[in-house]
C-alpha cells in the first residue's frame, strides 16, 4: 500500500513538473514574420548580450552593436571613414575649442516626436552625470544650444579622438523621456528604447540569447530594405552548417570551416589587425630591463613560425610598433626584428653572457633562466610552447607555466613574472588605444613610462587636430616603441565571417564606433540583393512555414485532465486492493 | 529523520557556505573584483568602491566579513553581476528552469531505463540479451558525456539533419501550444538521450548486481513455489526488492547529472545554468560563478535529504521505526 501511495506522489509530481515546466518556458511566441517582409538572421555563439538601450547593453562590443540598431550618433563611420548621421556637417572652432554640429532637420524619434539640438545638448550632460562605460565624456567641457538644429561641443582642452571615440559613439537618447531617469542601467522600460535608429526591437530574450528588430519606415535615410533583423544563439561550431542549412544568413566562424563555407557558395569576410597577442616583458626586472636583451629576445623568436604552427596560419605576423597593417596610422618603416637566432647570441655574448656545454647562456655563475607564463586561452599555452622552443634554440633556459587569467592580469600587473603572453583588442580604431596599453597600469599593458620622448608624443598625439601632423606623431610612437620594446606583439588573428551575399556586410574603417571589428554595421542593412538570396529562405519574402501552423489551445488542459484521470485511476484501483 | 542526520546537512551546507565566502578573498589581487567580477571596475568610481568596500566590510577582520556576508545570505542577497547588471539570483533563475527540465527527466528516464534493463539483464544472467546488454553499457560506459553528445549532434543534427542543431526552441518560429512544447521536446532530446546515455551504465550495473543477489534469496524462490507468473516474480517480487540501492544512489547522482549537464548545455547551447557559467567563466563573471555552485550545491544536498526521506518509506526497515519491525 505505501509504496503505491510513493508511486502516486511521484507520478504526480512528474506530472505535475512537466507540466509547469512546459508552461513556464513555452510561453506562446507569436512574433512571426508577415508575408512579403524580409528577415535577415545572424548567428552568435553567446546570444545575451544585454538590454538593447544606451546604459543597458554589456560593455562589450557586440552589446553596443545590437543597441546601435536602435540609436544614432551624431556621425557614423562606414567601410571609407565618417558619413552623416544625425549631424548633416560639423566644424572644429579652433579659437573656442569647440565642435559645431548641424543636425539634420527630417529626424524623429520613434514615438513620432521631433529630434532636434535639445536632445544632443541633454544626452551630453546626461552622459556627464550618469557615466557610461563605453563614452568617456571627461574632454567635453559644456555643451551650447545655437538653435533647434545646431550645437556646439566644447572641450575641456583639444581632444583628438573626439570625433571617433565621443561624436562618433554617443548614442543620442530622447531629453523626453530619459530627463527623469535616475538610475539609466536599471531603466528597462519599452521607452527605454525610443531612438532615432532604422530598428525597433520587438523582442528579446535574455535566457535564450536572441534579438528580433524591426524596420523604422521612418528612418530618416529611407526604410531599410531589411524588414526584420534576428539575431539567434549558434555555437561557432554550428555556425557552418547552420549557414548550410539556410538557418541563418550570415555567421562568424572558425578558421578551420572557412574552405568549407566558401566552398558551399558563401562570401567569406576576413580581418587581422584590431586584436593581437603580444609578449609582455617585464622590463623592470633584470637582465630584461636591458634594452638591448629585449631586443635579443625578439630576434631569437620567429613570428613566421608562430603564425604558420601555432595559429595554422590565421593570422598575420606581428609589428613591433603594434599597431597593424590595417590600421590607417600604421607606420612600416620601424625596426622589424626579423628573425635572426645568430644576432641574439651575438646580443647576449656582447652582454657577457658564454655558452655552456649544456646548450645554455651562464653570466656570473648563473644560468640565463626565465620563466614565462601564460592562461588556457585563445591557443596561448601552444604559443608559450613555440616560443620556449625558440628560446632555448639561442641558449636562454625557459620553464613555462600555466596560470588562471586574472592571476596572470595580477602578476603581470604587479610584475611579477619574466616574460608572458597576453593580448588585446582595439588596435583598429583610434590611437588612444596606444596611451592605453603603453602607459596603463593593468594586466595587458606594458606599462612602460622610461622614454621621456615617448611620453610626450603620446600625450602630444591626443591634442593634434590636424590629422597629417597627428599620423605623424602616431608614426614616430610605434618607431620608439618598437625600438625600447617594452613588449612584443606577435601576431595578429585572423577572424571569419560567413554569410549568403543577400546583404553586402563589410567591416568598417577603424571599426564600428570606437572600434568594433565585426562586420554588422547598420548601414549595411539598408540595402538587399533580392536575386542573390532568392534560394535562401533566411531572407526571401515567403512567409515562415511556422507563421502558417494553427496553433492548439489548451494542449495545457488536455494534460492536466490525462494527469488527472490517471490519478483517479490509481486511487480507485487502491479503493479495490 | 533523526536529528544527528539533520545535522550532518547543516554542516555540508555551512561549509558550502564558507567555501563560497573564502574562495574569492584568496585569489590573488583585489578581492574587490574578485568578488563583483572585473565589470566593476569599469563603473568603478571613489564613491562606488567606498561604498562596496563598506557592503562587504571588507576592511574589517575575516570574522565579521563572513557575519555581513552570511546576513546578506540571509536576506536573499547572492550578489550582484556587473556584467549582466542585474542580481545573481534574478539571473541564475532565469536559466534554471532549462537545466531543471533537462536534468530532471534525465536523472527519471536514466533511472526507469536502467531499473528496467538492470531488471532484465540480472534475470537473464549469462544468456545473451545480458551479453550485449553488459557489453554495451561497458562501452558506453567509457565514454564521457559530451563526447556522446558531440557524436549525437553531429549525427542527428549535423549529418542527418533531422533534429535542431541548438537552442532550447526555434526562435521566433511563431509557434504557440502543442507546437510550441513539440518545439521544446525536440530541441531536448539529443541533450536529454546524452546525458541520460551517459548516466545509465553505472544505475544499470548496480541495479543487475542487486537484482543477481536479490534472485538468490528464498522469498524469491517462494514466489516461484507459488506458482507466480514470470513477470510478477521478476518485476513484483524480485525486481522492487533489488530498486532499493538505487533509490539510494539517486541523490548522489543528481550531483553527477547537474555537472553532466553543465557540458552538455554547452555542446548544445541549452540555455541553462551550464551555459550561463561557462558565459560567466569566459568574462570572469565571478559572481554568478559563486551563485551557480551555491545553487548546485544546494540542490544536491536537497536531493539527498529528499532521497533520505524517501529511502524510511520504501524500505521500512530503514529509519526511526527499527524498534517496531525488530519484534
Same mark, same amino acid.
Given at each position: ?22 508552461l ?38 557586440? =552589446? ?53 539640438a ?25 555643451t ?5 538644429y ?20 554617443? @548614442? ?26 532604422p ?34 544563439k ?7 552548417? @547552420?549557414?548550410m ?10 578558421p ?16 587581422? =589587425? ?46 613591433p ?10 607606420n ?72 588562471e ?19 588585446? =583588442? ?70 571569419y ?23 554588422l ?25 511556422? @507563421? ?22 490509481l ?7 | ?28 589581487g ?32 575575516? %570574522? ?39 536534468v ?18 540480472? %534475470?537473464?544472467?549469462?544468456?545473451i ?16 558525456n559530451?563526447?556522446i ?9 549535423v ?14 518560429s ?45 522469498f ?74 551555491f545553487?548546485?550545491?544546494?540542490f ?28
Amino acid at each position: 500500500m505505501k509504496n503505491k501511495q510513493i508511486a502516486i506522489v511521484t507520478l504526480m509530481s512528474i506530472l505535475l513538473f512537466a507540466l509547469l515546466t512546459g508552461l513556464t518556458i513555452a510561453g506562446a511566441d507569436s512574433e512571426s514574420a508577415n508575408a512579403g517582409e524580409v528577415t535577415y538572421i545572424i548567428a552568435d555563439p553567446t546570444g545575451d548580450w544585454g538590454y538593447p538601450s544606451p546604459h543597458g547593453h554589456y560593455p562589450r562590443g557586440p =552589446g553596443y552593436l545590437r543597441m546601435s540598431y536602435i540609436f544614432d550618433t551624431l556621425l557614423w563611420k562606414d567601410r571609407q571613414g565618417f558619413v552623416p548621421a544625425l549631424a548633416t556637417d560639423w566644424e572644429y572652432l579652433e579659437d573656442e575649442n569647440a565642435f559645431l554640429f548641424h543636425l539634420r532637420k527630417d529626424v524623429t524619434w520613434h514615438d513620432g516626436d521631433k529630434f532636434t539640438a535639445d536632445d544632443v545638448a541633454f544626452t551630453f550632460n546626461y552622459v556627464k552625470e550618469h557615466p557610461s562605460w563605453w563614452v568617456d565624456l571627461k574632454s567635453v567641457e559644456r555643451t551650447e544650444v545655437l538653435d533647434e538644429y545646431t550645437v556646439k561641443i566644447y572641450l575641456t582642452e583639444r581632444y583628438a579622438p573626439f570625433l571617433s571615440d565621443v561624436a562618433g559613439a554617443l @548614442a543620442i537618447i530622447p531629453k523626453h523621456i530619459w530627463q527623469d531617469v535616475e538610475t539609466p542601467n536599471e531603466f528597462t522600460e519599452p521607452e527605454a528604447l525610443i531612438g532615432t535608429g532604422p530598428y525597433k526591437l520587438v523582442d528579446y530574450s535574455k535566457t535564450h540569447g536572441t534579438y528580433l528588430y524591426e524596420a523604422n519606415k521612418d528612418y530618416y535615410l529611407r526604410k531599410p530594405d531589411i524588414d526584420r533583423l534576428q539575431f539567434v544563439k549558434i555555437s561557432e561550431e554550428m555556425a557552418p552548417t @547552420a549557414l548550410m542549412r539556410k538557418e541563418v544568413a550570415a555567421a562568424g566562424i572558425l578558421p578551420e570551416t572557412v574552405e568549407e563555407v566558401r566552398g558551399k557558395g558563401f562570401v567569406i569576410l576576413n580581418q587581422s =589587425g584590431n586584436w593581437n597577442a603580444k609578449l609582455m616583458i617585464n622590463h623592470e626586472k633584470e637582465p630584461m630591463s636591458s634594452k638591448v636583451f629585449r631586443h635579443a629576445l625578439a630576434y631569437a623568436i620567429n613570428r613566421t613560425e608562430l603564425v604558420a604552427i601555432g595559429v595554422r596560419g590565421h593570422a598575420i605576423k606581428g609589428s613591433p610598433g603594434l599597431l597593424a597593417p590595417i590600421s590607417p596610422y600604421y607606420n612600416q618603416d620601424i625596426i622589424k626584428y626579423e628573425y635572426n637566432p645568430e644576432r641574439a647570441k651575438d646580443i647576449l655574448e656582447s652582454m657577457g653572457y658564454q655558452l655552456k656545454d649544456d646548450g645554455y647562456y651562464w653570466r656570473d655563475g648563473e644560468i640565463l633562466e626565465l620563466e614565462l607564463i601564460t592562461a588556457p586561452r585563445m591557443g596561448f599555452e601552444r604559443i608559450a610552447e613555440i616560443i620556449a622552443r625558440q628560446l632555448e634554440g639561442v641558449g636562454i633556459k625557459v620553464n613555462v607555466r600555466s596560470l588562471e587569467s586574472k592571476t596572470l592580469d595580477y602578476r603581470v600587473m604587479n610584475r611579477q613574472f619574466d616574460l608572458a603572453i597576453s593580448g588585446h =583588442g582595439g588596435i583598429g580604431g583610434d590611437p588612444l588605444i596606444l596611451n592605453k596599453v603603453i602607459l596603463g597600469k593593468f594586466g595587458y599593458s606594458a606599462n612602460y613610462t622610461k622614454n621621456d620622448t615617448l611620453n610626450q608624443l603620446l600625450e602630444a598625439h591626443l591634442h593634434e587636430m590636424d590629422q597629417e601632423k597627428r599620423n605623424e606623431i602616431v608614426r614616430e610612437i610605434q618607431k620608439i616603441y618598437a625600438e625600447e620594446l617594452p613588449a612584443l606583439t606577435l601576431y595578429y588573428p585572423t577572424w571569419y565571417w560567413g554569410h549568403d551575399s543577400s546583404v553586402d556586410l563589410y567591416y568598417t574603417l577603424g571599426g564600428v564606433a570606437s572600434g568594433i571589428p565585426i562586420p554588422l554595421n547598420k548601414l549595411a542593412f539598408m540595402d538587399y540583393k533580392c536575386d542573390l538570396a532568392a534560394p535562401v529562405p533566411t531572407a526571401t519574402s515567403a512567409p515562415t512555414p511556422a @507563421a502558417t501552423e494553427t496553433p492548439v489551445p489548451g494542449f495545457e488542459l488536455v494534460i492536466s485532465i490525462l494527469a488527472l484521470t490517471t490519478i483517479a485511476y490509481l486511487l480507485k484501483r487502491r479503493r479495490n486492493d | 529523520m533523526k536529528i544527528p542526520e539533520i545535522g550532518t546537512y547543516a554542516i555540508s551546507f555551512l561549509i558550502i557556505l564558507a567555501l563560497i565566502f573564502l574562495l574569492p578573498r584568496l585569489m590573488p589581487g583585489d578581492p574587490l573584483t574578485a568578488i563583483c567580477g572585473e565589470e566593476v571596475l569599469v563603473v568603478m568610481t571613489p564613491e562606488l568602491k567606498a561604498e562596496l568596500m563598506h557592503r562587504f566590510a571588507l576592511d574589517a577582520p575575516l %570574522w565579521k566579513q563572513f557575519f555581513v556576508y552570511l546576513t546578506a545570505m540571509m536576506h536573499g542577497d547572492f550578489g550582484y553581476s556587473y556584467y549582466y547588471n542585474a542580481p545573481v539570483l534574478e539571473v541564475i533563475f532565469e536559466a534554471l528552469p532549462w537545466t531543471l527540465l533537462l536534468v530532471g527527466s534525465s536523472l527519471v528516464l536514466s533511472t526507469v531505463l536502467s531499473i528496467i534493463i538492470g531488471i532484465e539483464s540480472g %534475470w537473464r544472467r549469462g544468456k545473451i540479451t545480458d551479453k550485449f546488454l553488459l557489453t554495451t553499457t561497458m562501452i558506453l560506459n567509457g565514454f564521457p558525456n559530451f563526447f556522446i553528445g558531440i557524436i549525437l549532434l553531429l549525427l542527428f543534427a549535423v549529418y542527418l539533419g533531422c533534429l535542431p542543431l541548438q537552442g532550447a526552441k526555434t526562435p521566433y518560429s511563431g509557434l504557440s501550444g502543442i507546437n510550441s512544447m513539440l518545439d521544446i521536446a525536440q530541441h531536448l532530446v539529443l541533450p536529454l538521450i546524452a546525458l541520460t546515455l551517459a548516466q545509465i551504465p553505472g544505475s544499470y550495473l548496480l541495479m543487475r548486481n542487486t537484482m543477481i543477489t536479490t534472485l538468490k534469496e528464498p522469498f524469491v524462490r517462494t514466489a516461484k513455489a507459488k506458482g507466480l507468473s514470470e513477470v510478477a516474480v521478476r518485476y513484483k517480487h524480485a525486481g522492487r526488492n533489488a530498486m532499493l540501492p538505487i533509490v539510494t544512489t539517486t541523490g548522489v547522482r543528481v550531483g553527477t547529472v547537474v555537472t553532466g549537464a553543465l557540458f552538455i548545455e554547452i555542446i548544445f547551447s541549452y540555455p541553462g545554468v551550464g551555459l550561463l557559467s561557462y558565459n560567466a567563466l569566459l568574462m570572469r563573471d565571478y559572481p554568478i560563478l559563486q551563485g551557480v555552485f551555491f545553487i548546485v550545491a544546494v540542490f544536491v544536498i536537497l536531493a539527498n535529504f529528499v532521497v533520505d526521506l524517501l529511502y524510511t518509506k520504501i524500505d521500512p526497515r530503514i529509519g526511526v521505526n527499527n524498534a517496531e519491525y525488530a519484534h
